[in-house]
């Protein structure tokens, strides 16, 4: 197995830690919402703050395993001209005629 094949597994693992971790969040906020004092709220909002700092990594390792293989496969114009088209379009649909 190449470097390549290793690399492409690496956006999918970030992807399912993104969304365990959104998951887990969104699952804190229904005690912490339903908490009638400030000793039950406290575990809920630190476990909380704690599932949000991993957000930053998750979308450092998708976005570098995305660029690793962008650059040892495509071309960067590729995605330059796909990221245009897609502004492009964007625009020419949401302007008045």
Known sequence: MDTY???LYLPLISLLAGISAGSLGTLCL???RAAQTLA????WGMLAGKVGK???PVLV???ATGAY???DVWTWDVIAYAIGAAVALRFASSTPR
């Open 54 to 56: 991993l957000f930053p």
């Open 61 to 63: 390792g998708f976005f």
């Open 69 to 71: 293989m962008t650059s």
């Open 40 to 43: 039950d709220a406290v575990p």
């Open 30 to 32: 229904f005690p912490l």
């Open 5 to 7: 094949h290793g690399v």
